[in-house]
């Protein structure tokens, strides 16, 4: 009996293993190209944004950055210019913009910016902001400000290009998230709640656009060693810090360079490493499937998925209330 289940068990994790390798042997989409055409990245000035715009520089792309501060946009515009393949064909400029704060002037400033640069066929939303605390300790400042950069910044910046993509039956929608878009992590009540709904605005723009030759992607980075995340670690409850130290922090480098490749294979998520992997597939549910092979692979592996996943909520919990304890034992002995 034993030998019996042990055969299953092989089998199972063999199917998705060949069906990975048939998939990237014979069945890989040639990837779109950004050669000479524009490229707009918001949150440009700094980590994952600046390293997507450096990218899209190196394959020939026309880039514009967008952020607030114009020093840290002067500074990355000079990096992005350096790192192009042509210098004297392509144009790098940069855009000084609240993205989340009105639609109107977000409008105007993209009519404007295509007037100068051309049609926007790749927009990458990189720009975030995270704010940690439990919800009673989260001000409504914190949250609006989170609500803002976060969920209404792609919102505006989708909503703002998406007519022009659709007439020209081209282009590419990035929308950087998180893996906090597909788990609710302690302390992150208010950020959690921006991220998961990108998820909800990637997947249904994703059905909207899909027969304008329009692919949306989603990506779904882990901690990232940006300077965000440096202000992040200030505002992090201890529970929250000891969850996020179970997975190691990545280079923006890496997260730019698979969101990139993903974006122009056209794949609706882009996750790194094991965990990020194990997330997708757990939380795939009703989202747009890559191809039939990566269908075949969520639905063999999302089982076993949520049997490791309920170890690591138990952990998590553990976690927690150790944290708990501590306290309560420094609250009896001051």
Known sequence: MMVEVSNI??????????????????FRRKLK?????????????????????ILAAKHGAHVTIIARDIQKLKIARNEIIHACR???????EYLSLDIGEDYNAVEKAFNELERTMGPIYMLVNCAGTAIGGKIEDTSIADLQNMINTNFLGSYYCIKAVIQRMKASQEGIIVLTSSQAALLGIFGYSAYCSTKFALRGLAESISMEVAPYNISVTLSLPPDTDTPGFAIEELSKPLETKLISETSSLVSPKVVAKGL???????????????????????CS?????????DLLLQSTLMGI??????????????????????????????
């Open 9 to 26: 068990i092989l089998i199972i994790i063999a199917i998705p293993i060949v069906a990975l390798f048939v998939q990237y042997a014979f």
């Open 33 to 53: 190209d950004v050669n000479n055409k524009h490229v707009v990245v918001t949150g440009g000035s700094s980590g994952i944004g600046k390293c997507v715009a």
């Open 86 to 92: 042509d210098k004297d064909v392509q144009k790098v």
């Open 260 to 282: 990139f490749k993903d974006a122009l294979a056209g794949k609706f998520f882009s996750s790194i490493g094991v965990e990020g992997f194990m997330l997708t597939v757990l």
């Open 285 to 293: 549910g009703m989202s747009p499937f890559h191809s039939i092979l």
């Open 305 to 334: 998925f949520r049997l490791v996943s309920a170890y690591y909520l138990v952990h998590f919990q553990e976690i927690i209330r150790n944290c708990m304890k501590t306290r309560n034992r420094n609250k009896r002995s001051e």
